[in-house]
């Protein structure tokens, strides 16, 4: 790739050798963009105390020894040492023109290509996508465009959320409104309001809870009628996040989804190996992992909870298995996370219990891609004038509104077709 950044940094160095010793071989030569030329040189001010020599003797010697005539209009010396560097325009456009010529603009393809999982966007089935969602899905989305143009072997994952005791009452929830009218609510993509109407049911109504809870279980249990009609929240769930994913020109697919159902039939398994390796042990009722390095604010030592004392198991597990799953199936060498800051002490717990276990060894690895929260213009969460989380959708909505009315205001003459695009 044509980075004139990169060839000034090495005709500098190149100059740093001639001009002073070998020993400055190491040195940084600071090359810069400037606004005041394309490029400044800093170096001359980096070696006065190594050189014991004013930076603007340093900057002259510097430049005597600089080869640069086949890509610089000028060179100026400025203030008490910095160098400002321009480049000859026929240089630059020598130099795009032969980029433009190849197929892959200059993008040299890694060296080393690896399988690298990603881990991101990550939505709640039964729930709505909000605006917390799209900087996961956004910058996973990013990650695995650039890293699969480099040559890697990229595998998308959408962890979505849909197991749990929840969907005992959205089952139940689901016949009570009937196949039918449930499809129609879920299909316009209200699918907070649906979870709402599922949850206030199940903490006013005792009949109801009752019989979401044996719905959990015939559901765990394999029950064929249940996991249809689980199938169905999913589902429907499916398609809504694939239109915000079509709005949003994101390459997620339903072949990339692997959510915590997919996991789920291993965790007995794991948290046996676990604890007959002695990874783990019980604790107060329930299988935890304790990963040296962590611990509760009052200095105890932190548990990764493997099995609850119910003898469920929870996220930490499920996420545990995923690695395995990635480095031991899938064969990953690389697996990154994109999920937000607040998650930062979860996964690295994870990553290290992964570790202890042989599921995460060189020259595997796992990275947090963390990001922050979305604030308003009140420095606080983004909410709604009613205080409910923003939904992604109708931010993606408001969003082509503004730019149509943008596009219509600038260019008055375009017809509605191509504004819209």
Same mark, same amino acid.
């Given at each position: 790739m044509f980075d004139p950044q990169s060839i000034l940094h090495d005709r500098f160095r190149e100059a740093m050798v001639a001009a002073f010793g070998p020993d400055l071989a190491d040195a940084d030569p600071m090359v810069r963009p400037s606004d005041r030329a394309d490029f400044q040189a800093n170096a001359a001010l980096g070696l006065t105390k190594r050189l014991k020599r004013p930076p603007r003797q340093i900057a002259d010697a510097l430049l005597e020894k600089l080869a640069v005539d086949d890509l610089c209009e000028s060179l100026e010396v400025s203030g008490p040492g910095f160098i400002n560097v321009t480049l000859k325009d026929a240089f630059v456009s020598d130099r795009v023109s032969a980029q433009l010529q190849d197929?892959?603009?200059g993008v040299v393809p890694a060296p080393e290509p690896e399988t690298v999982v990603i881990d991101y966007s990550a939505p709640n089935v039964a729930k709505e996508m909000h605006v917390g969602h799209l900087r996961s899905t956004i910058i996973g989305d990013a990650l695995a465009r650039i890293l699969s143009s480099l040559g890697h072997h990229v595998i998308r994952q959408n962890h979505l959320g849909d197991w749990g005791t929840p969907f005992g009452m959205l089952i139940e929830h689901l016949l009570d !409104?009937?196949?039918?009218? #449930?499809s129609e609510e !879920?299909?316009?993509?209200? !699918?907070?309001?649906?979870?709402?109407?599922?949850?206030?049911?199940?903490?006013?109504?005792?009949?109801?809870a009752e019989r979401s809870r044996n719905r959990v279980v015939q559901l765990q249990a394999g029950d064929q009628p249940t996991r249809a009609l689980w199938l169905r929240l999913v589902n429907e769930s499916k398609r809504y996040f694939g239109k915000i994913y079509e709005q949003l020109d994101v390459t997620l697919t339903d072949d990339d989804v692997c959510g915590e159902s997919f996991y789920n039939p291993m965790l007995p398994g794991v948290?046996?190996?676990?604890e007959t390796r002695g990874l783990a042990k019980v604790d107060e009722g329930a299988l935890c992992m304790?990963?040296?390095?962590?611990? #509760?604010?009052?200095?105890? =030592?932190?548990?990764?909870?493997?099995?609850?004392?119910?003898?469920?198991?929870?996220?930490?597990?499920?996420?545990?298995?995923?690695?395995? +799953?990635r480095t031991s199936t899938l064969g990953a060498t690389r697996l990154l996370y994109v999920v937000g800051a607040p998650q930062q002490q979860h996964l690295a717990m994870v990553f290290e219990a992964?570790?202890? /276990?042989?599921?995460?060894? =060189?020259?595997?690895? /796992?990275? +947090?891609? #963390?990001?922050?929260?979305?604030?308003?213009a009140d420095?606080?969460?983004?909410?709604?004038? #009613?205080?409910?989380?923003?939904?992604?959708?109708?931010?993606?909505?408001e969003g082509v509104e503004r730019a149509l009315a943008e596009v219509t205001s600038r260019f008055p003459e375009l017809d509605d077709e191509t504004r819209r695009r």
């Open positions: 197929s892959r603009l !409104l009937g196949e039918q009218k #449930a !879920l299909g316009v993509g209200d !699918l907070s309001a649906f979870y709402r109407e599922a949850r206030k049911k199940f903490e006013e109504d005792p009949s109801f948290a046996e190996e676990l304790f990963v040296p390095g962590f611990t #509760a604010r009052d200095g105890s =030592p932190l548990p990764l909870i493997v099995r609850k004392t119910d003898g469920g198991f929870g996220y930490a597990i499920t996420d545990l298995t995923a690695v395995r +799953h992964a570790k202890m /276990a042989g599921w995460l060894t =060189p020259p595997a690895r /796992a990275e +947090h891609v #963390a990001f922050g929260s979305v604030l308003g420095g606080k969460m983004f909410k709604t004038r #009613a205080g409910d989380t923003v939904k992604l959708s109708a931010l993606v909505e």
